[in-house]
């Protein structure tokens, strides 16, 4: 039912740089709708992680960094740390929908 | 500071509603939405909709049409989330934020702790 599609599952090694993809459509992200990620560690409440496109709440490092380009958007992580394992989500609106939608969800694994 | 504090878990039998409440502090209430999103036991997470505590207008996500209602009580800052005709898939936990509008879309920049939901027999 997501209509915002990522890769189930990312990894590497500490201090590597991941990305994380978010897929959308011509009615959400392709439609210049503002894209945002949140970090979520289990049984906890999601956390802002960047707002429209490629802001970065205050408190958030700046190894984390997005962008968007058509139909997509990404999410990277630089200088990958321990910490940074957890779920990782993309947020954008869908007007064919006429509401929110998310994206399917990634799981950071730091190898 | 902003805060956001959901009601205790629920158990309901398939069938039954459930109303779940957010009650915010630290900013003026009538001056951000609250949203509500949920997420089942392994699931990545769901839109349901948006509620204006300014005027009360609401905003439902197309799957919750008709089993959803989003209410407020503007003397204690508290927005309320009622879900109806619960199923055993309605089982997940249940979590307001509170919505930031930019100007091609919202985010959400505080959240609350959720409120677990369970759906039985």
């Known amino acids: 039912q997501s209509v915002l599609r990522q890769p189930p599952s990312v990894s590497g090694a500490p201090g590597q740089r991941v990305t994380i993809s978010c897929t959308g459509s011509?009615?959400?992200?392709?439609?210049?709708?503002?894209v945002h990620w949140y970090q979520q560690f289990p049984g906890t409440a999601p956390k802002l992680l960047i707002y429209?496109?490629?802001n970065r709440p205050s408190g958030v490092p700046d190894r984390f960094s997005g962008s968007k380009s058509g139909t997509s958007a990404s999410l990277a992580i630089s200088g990958l740390q321990a910490e940074d394992e957890a779920d990782y989500y993309c947020?954008?609106?869908?007007?064919?929908?006429?509401?929110?939608?998310f994206g399917t969800g990634t799981k950071v694994a730091v190898l | 500071q902003v805060h956001l504090m959901q009601s205790g878990a629920e158990v309901r039998k398939t069938g039954a509603s459930v109303k779940v409440s957010c009650k915010t502090s630290?900013?003026?209430?009538?001056?951000?939405?609250i949203d509500w999103v949920r997420q089942a036991p392994g699931e990545g997470l769901e839109w349901m909709g948006r509620?204006?505590?300014?005027?009360?207008?609401?905003n439902y996500g197309q799957r919750f049409h008709g089993r959803v209602t989003m209410t407020r009580d503007t003397s204690t800052s508290t927005v309320y989330m009622e879900l109806s005709g619960l199923r055993h898939d309605d089982t997940a936990v249940y979590f307001c934020?509170?919505?930031?509008?930019?100007?091609?879309?919202?985010?959400?920049?505080?959240w609350g702790q959720g409120t677990p939901v369970t759906v039985s027999s």
């Open positions: 934020a509170r919505g930031t509008s930019t100007s091609a879309g919202w985010y959400f920049d505080f």
């Open positions: 630290g900013y003026i209430f009538t001056n951000f939405y």
């Open positions: 509620f204006n505590p300014s005027g009360g207008s609401t």
């Open positions: 011509s009615s959400n992200i392709g439609a210049a709708y503002d």
């Open positions: 429209g496109d490629n």
């Open positions: 947020q954008s609106y869908d007007y064919s929908l006429s509401g929110s939608v």
